[in-house]
């Protein structure tokens, strides 16, 4: 167990919707981190938040949004959701430039 | 820009033999190395880092890896594989000046018994 908690396991939904996904970062690490996991596009850095502070984007679309709230747990939005959204997606934590803790991801399946 | 290649995406290795899995990255400042192991339904786990310091570095489950400036490339290494050991391997990433991680492609470790 890493310590970092995701929330739901799996998810899912139909196109044009959109969801939260939520993570819990582990005891005393301010860095957050979100990532798509898919068959054709392997792993995908989609945002760092360090401190409830936006610290670097990655490949994340405008349809995407993410923020850490002032507890440090964070919350990823898809909207709009395309049957290509349809990935695991991992929140990730750690202090600061070290090694990070990965949860154990959140399956969405966009029908 | 920051990236990191892992040329194989599998590797086959009968069991007890040695084992690597490659990694070559480019970055234009001092690197921050990261070796992770994702098994089936689960996320990464991390195996070893490199910051600074001697060249190679041991981690978790027996895997060392070698830091090589010259070559910039940080191969993962194991003297004798487990079949426990198949697996998922992902190298990762961080100039020491950005907070961006890029992770590779992943490595699909097989070790055949």
């Known amino acids: 167990d890493s310590g970092v908690t995701q929330t739901p396991k799996h998810l899912i939904t139909a196109t044009g919707q959109r969801v939260t996904l939520r993570c819990s970062p582990r005891?005393?690490?301010?860095?957050v981190y979100w990532y798509q996991q898919s068959l054709d596009q392997g792993l995908q850095f989609l945002i760092q938040?360090?401190?409830?502070?936006?610290?670097a984007k990655g490949n994340i679309l405008e349809r995407f949004s993410a923020q850490q709230f002032p507890d440090l747990h964070s919350e990823l939005n898809l909207s709009s959701l395309e049957l290509g959204d349809s990935a695991l997606y991992f929140c990730?934590?750690?202090?600061?430039?070290?090694?990070?803790?990965f949860g154990p991801g959140t399956r969405l399946t966009v029908l | 820009a920051q990236s990191v290649a892992q040329p194989e995406d599998q590797v086959n290795v009968a069991e007890g033999n040695p084992l690597t899995v490659k990694c070559t990255y480019s970055?234009?400042?001092?690197?921050?190395l990261f070796w992770y192991v994702q098994y089936p339904n689960r996320g990464l786990q991390f195996l070893l880092k490199?910051?600074?310091?001697?060249?190679l570095v041991k981690g978790s489950y027996g895997f060392e890896a070698e830091f090589n400036k010259s070559q910039t490339s940080f191969h993962l290494k194991k003297p004798s594989a487990l079949v426990s050991d198949s697996a998922l391997y992902f190298c990762?990433?961080?100039?020491?000046?950005?907070?961006?991680?890029?992770f590779g492609k992943g490595t699909r470790l097989h070790i055949l018994p």
């Open positions: 990730a934590s750690s202090v600061k430039y070290h090694e990070q803790f």
């Open positions: 005891s005393g690490d301010l860095s």
């Open positions: 938040y360090y401190n409830g502070e936006e610290r």
């Open positions: 970055v234009s400042g001092n690197p921050y």
């Open positions: 490199y910051i600074t310091g001697d060249n």
């Open positions: 990762a990433v961080r100039d020491f000046r950005d907070d961006k991680i890029i």
